[in-house]
Structure formats: C-alpha cells, structure tokens
C-alpha cells in the first residue's frame, strides 16, 4: 500500500468514525431530554410513566449489509437517506395511556420533528408484534456544521416488550424459520400480553379515580363556611378531632 492509498485510508476512517458520532451523539442529546422528561414528571404528578430506557447504535458492517440489501450504492447521503435506524432508543412504559403521553410530550419538544409514526399497538403485525414506533430528526451541532439526525424511537409497555424479546430469541434460534405451531403459539401469547395491559390499563384508572376521591375528602374535611366565610381547619386539629379531642 503506498502513501496516497494510506492516506485515503486514513481519511475513510476518520470520516466513518466522525459519521458514527454524529449518530452517538444524537442518542446522548435524546437520553438527556428523557431523563429531564422523567424527572419533571416525577416533581409535577409524583409519578413516572418511563420504566426504562435502553439504546443502541448499528454497527458498520451491520449498515454496509442493509444499504447492500437495499441495493443501494455506498455512500454517506445513501446511509443517511435510505437506512434510518442507525440510532434506536427503546422506552418501556407500564401503561399503554403513558405511551401516549410520551409520544405528545416529545411532539411538543420543538427542536424535535416527527417525521414518521407507526403505530402498532391500534394496528398489532399479523404476528401480534405491539409497540408505538416514532422516527424523530434531532439536532446535533458538530465542529462545522449543524445535522438533523434520525433516531427511530419505540415506546411499549412491559409486556409487549417481553413479549418481543421472547419473539426474537425463538426467531434467532430458528433462524427465521418458526414451525407454524410455535407460531401460532406466539400469536396466543402476544393476545394474552394485550389483554393483560388493558387490565392493568383499567385498574390503573379505578385507583387514580379512588386516590382523587380520597384527596377530594380530604380537602372537603378541612373546609368549614361561617357565615359564608370559608376557613381551612389545620391538619393538627383534625388530628385531635379524630383522636377524640384527648390531650397526650
């Protein structure tokens, strides 16, 4: 190899590693805004919707052998352009509602463009895969320029998450080739974990429901009217009306 070929060597390199952060660092800028979307969450509702989060980023030979499949000429646009998954995060929920929730709190974020939405969990696969699938375009400020860089976001609930990890096993010791009642079983499965979550959906609603009715009582138990004015009754007194009005 002599001095140019080296040279033009060196120079792929830094370019595919410099392309490979630029994915890297979407992930960490989409990481960050999860993390401040969880802790608001937590402060404002004491409650938080997001489980758990975990990412990943293709490797260059796995991007070079889906732009080949895709019968597409190598080339930086051509990756960009064509494969659209390069950086994934996934986003595990409890409840189907706060998959939703996210998916309207990320659409408010305005520095982020949804510029696809698959929505698997009204429209299951036939193979009863569910999860909510969103590609955002996010920006990342490099040295010398600004790029829009795509992530492909899924959010799903614990179950449906379960369920595709067992799915992905079965297909990866198969090697894709399921036998038809292994399949069918799958399908089963998939129906059950659906079904679960929309229990857990509904009981997750009964309790909201009961917790405000308690805090409504609650709030209704310190509120007095004499004549038409209102006075709140201390905590500390209710206190001593319900032990009976005897000193300690």
């Not at 989409?30 to 969450?41: C, G, H, M, V």
């Not at 960009?80 to 996210?102: L, Q, V």
């Not at 696809?116 to 036939?126: L, M, S």
């Not at 799915?167 to 292994?182: D, M, R, S």
């Amino acid at each position: 190899m002599d001095a140019a070929q080296i040279d033009q060597f060196k120079r792929f390199k830094n370019e595919i590693t410099r392309f490979m952060m630029m994915y890297k660092f979407a992930l960490d800028a989409f990481e960050t805004k999860i993390e401040i979307l969880k802790e608001e969450f937590q402060f404002l509702h004491d409650y938080n919707p997001i489980e758990h989060t975990k990412s990943r980023l293709k490797s260059p030979e796995s991007i070079v052998k889906k732009l080949i499949r895709k019968g597409c000429d190598f080339s930086f646009d051509n990756i960009k352009s064509h494969i659209r998954d390069i950086a994934g995060i996934r986003i595990t929920c409890s409840f189907i509602s706060d998959i939703y929730r996210i998916r309207e709190m990320l659409e408010k974020q305005s520095d982020l463009n949804i510029v696809e939405v698959k929505d698997y969990i009204r429209h299951p696969k036939p193979n009863g895969y569910r999860s909510l699938h969103l590609l955002a375009e996010i920006p990342v400020f490099m040295s010398d320029r600004q790029e829009q860089v795509c992530v492909e976001v899924q959010i799903r609930t614990i179950a449906m998450d379960f369920w595709a990890s067992l799915e992905h096993k079965i297909y990866y010791k198969y090697n894709q080739a399921v036998p038809p009642g292994l399949l069918k079983e799958l399908k089963e499965a998939a129906d059950s974990a659906a079904a679960l979550d929309r229990r857990m959906e509904r009981l997750h609603k009964e309790i909201a429901v009961l917790k405000e009715e308690r805090l409504a009582e609650g709030e209704e138990r310190r509120r007095i009217v004499v004549s038409n004015q209102q006075f709140t009754i201390p905590a500390a007194l209710l206190e001593w009306i319900d032990a009976g009005g005897e000193e300690s």
